[in-house]
T-cell receptor, first 114, second 116 residues
Framework: ETGVTQTPRHLVMGMTNKKSLKCEQH?????MYWYKQSAKKPLELMFV???????ENNSVPSRFSPECPNSSHLFLHLHTLQPEDSALYLC?????????????FGQGTRLTVV | AQKVTQAQTEISVVEKEDVTLDCVYE???????LFWYKQPPSGELVFLIR??????QNEISGRYSWNFQKSTSSFNFTITASQVVDSAVYFC?????????????FGRGTSLIVHP
């Protein structure tokens, strides 16, 4: 148990659906991240929130919309996705700020777009 | 260009063999951090170790050991007497400062398969 919980663990959605991924951390961290892990590709950083402010958006398509209502919760809203968006979506958190510490990851949401 | 290179895509060994996973990184910063993570089939990335750029001391933790060499920009990971439970994908990561915070960049990972 790393303290980072992601729900759901598995999600199958059609291209016209709207769904949301949820991430919750109870580690007292201030930074939260979304990563995408596709087969045979490196982990891709999507978004970073530091003290609830988005500090990084790595040219992610607008069909992915993040939300960080507080330092403990992070959402990824999905709409009109494409089959190539099927991947493992990983949430992570760290203490943030200028002091570097390791990121702790959730177990991920396995997303399949049909 | 990749900042973190894990040239070994997949390694297959028999239980009790020693295995070394290679990691080469690229950075112009003098302050940076290096990490190793393990990703078992369950999907979660499990943190194994962090090293900062000022600490080249090698580290041993049980069957795991890490060799950090700034001269060759490498941070290699050795598992001694491998076990089936070591089967997983292992990721090396580099963290540099970006806009006041440090965000890890990951290598492509090395899949380790340990056969009984």
């Amino acid at each position: 148990e790393t303290g980072v919980t992601q729900t759901p663990r598995h999600l199958v959605m059609g291209m016209t659906n709207k769904k949301s991924l949820k991430c919750e951390q109870h580690l007292g961290h201030n930074a939260m991240y979304w990563y995408k892990q596709s087969a045979k590709k490196p982990l891709e950083l999507m978004f970073v929130y530091n003290f609830k402010e988005q500090t990084e958006n790595n040219s992610v398509p607008s069909r992915f919309s993040p939300e960080c209502p507080n330092s403990s919760h992070l959402f990824l809203h999905l709409h009109t996705l494409q089959p190539e968006d099927s991947a493992l979506y990983l949430c992570a958190s760290s203490s943030g700020g200028r002091r570097n510490t390791e990121a702790f990851f959730g177990q991920g949401t396995r997303l399949t777009v049909v | 260009a990749q900042k973190v290179t894990q040239a070994q895509t997949e390694i297959s060994v028999v239980e009790k063999e020693d295995v070394t996973l290679d990691c080469v990184y690229e950075t112009r910063d003098t302050t940076y951090y290096l990490f190793w993570y393990k990703q078992p089939p369950s999907g979660e990335l499990v943190f194994l170790i962090r090293r900062n750029s000022f600490d080249e001391q090698n580290e041993i933790s049980g069957r795991y050991s890490w060799n950090f060499q700034k001269s060759t920009s490498s941070f290699n990971f050795t598992i001694t007497a491998s076990q089936v439970v070591d089967s997983a994908v292992y990721f090396c990561a580099l963290s540099e400062e970006s806009g006041g915070s440090y965000i890890p960049t990951f290598g492509r990972g090395t899949s380790l398969i340990v056969h009984p």
